[in-house]
């Protein structure tokens, strides 16, 4: 179990133009899912907390405007880029803890790449 | 402000080998550490420490927390090629209720066959 699926898994987008990537817990219920970026040969740098219901907790230097979050259920988070521009691409994480657990699960990644 | 620290930060060995990673930590309200691994996409759980002193072991890898000296090591014994990847450790937070994940930069592990 604990299973996390990301969509899409790859996407290439014009500068300007928005994307959603979405994050799901399979086979469990996640109380929060998470957001995080990483850059090559870097390690995951946390962009937002978020929990079923409520708004998403930023962190420092993330700007909401451009990152918007939404949680709707307990299996699903949202993350939309928008206005894309080059300097977006990367490779964007999604993580979900389970109800009442500790450990957070990973979903594969989507890598993003603004031209 | 809260910091998890990895040493090395790469690692070159040869088939066989025994290595040894550190994880170091300073946060507040520290909930458990973690370990991951990373190839080629998302990272892959390995352990969850939570006790000081007590080893979690999975085939020829093995991790123990010190939560006196505030860190962590994560053993690989008889190292195959296939441990090549990149070794993250994460420490859980949680400030009223909510709960964060605090990673360090990883240490680059490369087994030469």
């Known amino acids: 179990g604990a299973v996390v699926s990301q969509h899409p898994s790859w996407v290439i987008c014009k500068s300007g133009t928005s994307v959603k990537i979405e994050c799901r817990s399979l086979?469990?219920?996640?109380?929060?899912m998470f957001w995080y970026r990483q850059f090559p040969k870097q390690s995951l740098m946390l962009m937002a907390t978020?929990?079923?219901?409520?708004?998403?907790?930023?962190e420092q230097g993330v700007e909401k405007d451009k990152f918007l979050i939404n949680h709707a259920s307990l299996t699903l988070s949202t993350l939309t880029v928008t206005s894309a521009h080059p300097e977006d691409s990367s490779f964007y994480i999604c993580?979900?803890?389970?109800?009442?657990?500790?450990?957070?699960?990973f979903g594969p990644g989507t890598r993003l790449t603004v031209t | 402000e809260d910091k998890v620290v990895q040493s090395p930060l790469s690692l070159v060995v040869h088939e066989g080998d025994t290595v040894t990673l550190n994880c170091s930590y300073e946060?507040?309200?520290?909930?458990?550490l973690l370990w991951y691994k990373q190839e080629k996409k998302a990272p892959t759980f390995l352990f969850m420490l939570?006790?000081?002193?007590i080893e979690k072991k999975s085939g020829r890898l093995s991790s123990i927390l010190d939560k006196k000296e505030l860190s962590s090591i994560l053993n690989i014994t008889a190292t195959q090629t296939g441990d090549s990847a990149i070794y993250l450790c994460?420490?859980?937070?949680?400030?009223?209720?909510?709960?964060?994940?605090?990673f360090g930069t990883g240490t680059r592990l490369k087994v030469l066959a």
């Open positions: 993580s979900a803890r389970r109800v009442g657990g500790y450990e957070q699960y």
């Open positions: 978020s929990n079923e219901g409520s708004k998403a907790t930023y």
């Open positions: 994460a420490v859980a937070t949680s400030t009223s209720g909510t709960y964060k994940y605090i």
């Open positions: 086979d469990f219920q996640a109380t929060t």
């Open positions: 939570t006790s000081s002193g």
């Open positions: 946060v507040t309200n520290f909930r458990s």
